[in-house]
């Protein structure tokens, strides 16, 4: 049997596993990629300058900004998967240079998986992604910002709280909400992520970027947007959300994390244009839905056990 070290057994990323400086030493990267890894696993995120071309940037807010209004504050002010439609916003998320520092990152094939373009800036409060998308193993997920234009102290920049991402991944159960499909209970968990923020000392950092700059940072990473000071001034920008092969995915604000009934995600893999399988470990897990969950049913998991569930589940019976 191949000896193998308990770093490289922990099903985690490695640049964020607690042997994050043992396995540095066994990856065989440049100069350059240790300093994006090491950076990463300290601060929680990295920054690419210069990665996109301004010509494709051109083209993209060329082609989507008849779908937002004029002035700040009006409907919509985001989109979320318009590279259903458009072709510039689909290239903007599968860029190969991207895709490379993410599989350094990961050591997995990154899977783009949703799409949200901004003209102007969010003025978001704090919160980490992996509230919305999560997966297992944990982890395997990551946000990247592209700077469509420069961002200033005045278009609201985001802000993110540096070495955060090491904190561990708060969902609704965790802090005694229930797991609803709606936002009704969304401005509790944000309550508590800056309450937690201060509490434990983090010291919220703005970051101001330049048109083709990218941003990658971790699922777990607390970050937002600051207020709008200047006006009626624009910040485009497109926030591409990766997971990446080999895991399950689902949604936790939407899963009964005490029954560890999961809302399993339908994920398509923008760059290719296909339903990702969910699996665990490396094989393949099938998904059935029943109108509130998607239940898996993986090679441990077999139908007659997943039926007896449903039943306790959907009409409050004891099993067989």
Known sequence: ????????????????????????QKHNLT?????????????????LPQQVSHELIDRAIEEI????????????????DIWKRYGTVRELASQPAIFDVLRMLYDREPIPFQTLNFKFGTQQRAHSDSIHFSCTPARFMCGVWVAL???SAT?????????SHRQEEFNYFDLGIEARGNYEEYPNYEDFVEEFMAAKGYERKEIHMKKGDVLIWSSNLIHGGMP????????????????????????????????????????????????????ENGKPIETINTGNF?????HNFTLPVLVKELVKKLIGKKPF
């Open 31 to 47: 100069p350059e990629q240790r300093e994006l890894a090491t950076h990463y696993n300290r601060e929680g995120f990295i920054v």
């Open 294 to 298: 998607r239940y898996a049913v993986s």
């Open 1 to 24: 049997m191949k000896n193998i070290s308990v770093a490289q057994r922990m099903n985690l990323p490695w640049v964020e596993s607690p042997f994050f400086n043992d396995l540095l």
């Open 149 to 151: 234009e420069e961002t």
């Open 155 to 163: 278009n609201g920049p985001l802000f993110y709280y540096p070495r």
């Open 65 to 80: 900004k008849g779908e937002y209004p004029d002035k700040v504050g009006e409907e919509p002010s985001r989109h979320q």
């Open 228 to 279: 709008i000071t200047g006006g009626n001034v624009t910040r485009w920008s497109q926030v591409t959300h990766y997971y990446f092969e080999g895991c399950m995915y689902y949604s936790p604000r939407f899963s009964d994390m005490f029954s560890k009934n999961l809302n399993l995600r339908h994920v398509i893999n923008i760059a290719t244009g296909k339903v990702v399988q969910h699996s």
